[in-house]
Nanobody, 116 residues
Framework: QVQLVESGGGLVQNGGSLRLSCAAS????????MSWFRQAPGKEREFVAR????????NYADSVKGRFTISRDNAKNTVYLQMNTLKPEDTAVYYC?????????WGQGTQVTVCS
C-alpha cells in the first residue's frame, strides 16, 4: 500500500502562483511514476502532469504547459506541482496519484480556487 497526502491548495488571485505538495509513504519502492490530476465541478477528472519516479521524464496537459512544473524530491518521497500564471479555469480539486507496479493510488485531493 502507498499513502498520499496533498497540501498547498488555497485561494489565489488570477495570475497568481501556488505550489502543491504530495507526500508518499508506505511501499514507495513500488512507485514508477507520480501524476497530478484535477476535477472541476461538473467535469470529469483530467490529467495535469506526470513525472517518472526515477529519471526526469515529464508530461503535461496542453492546458498547463509553460505554466505548471512538476518535480520530485526522492529523498523526501514528495512530488510538487508549481503552478504559475493561474487562471480561473484552473479552479478544481487537485489529486495526486501514484502509479505503482502493483496498483494505482490516489490522495484525498486539495482545493485550488482562482478568483478573477
Amino acid at each position: 500500500q502507498v499513502q498520499l497526502v496533498e497540501s498547498g491548495g488555497g485561494l489565489v488571485q488570477n495570475g497568481g502562483s501556488l505550489r502543491l505538495s504530495c507526500a508518499a509513504s508506505g511501499r514507495t519502492f513500488n512507485i514508477y511514476a507520480m501524476s497530478w490530476f484535477r476535477q472541476a465541478p461538473g467535469k470529469e477528472r483530467e490529467f495535469v502532469a506526470r513525472i517518472r519516479w526515477n529519471g526526469d521524464t515529464t508530461n503535461y496537459a496542453d492546458s498547463v504547459k509553460g505554466r505548471f512544473t512538476i518535480s520530485r524530491d526522492n529523498a523526501k518521497n514528495t512530488v510538487y506541482l508549481q503552478m504559475n500564471t493561474l487562471k480561473p479555469e484552473d479552479t478544481a480539486v487537485y489529486y495526486c496519484a501514484a502509479n505503482g507496479y502493483d496498483a494505482n493510488y490516489w490522495g484525498q485531493g486539495t482545493q485550488v480556487t482562482v478568483c478573477s
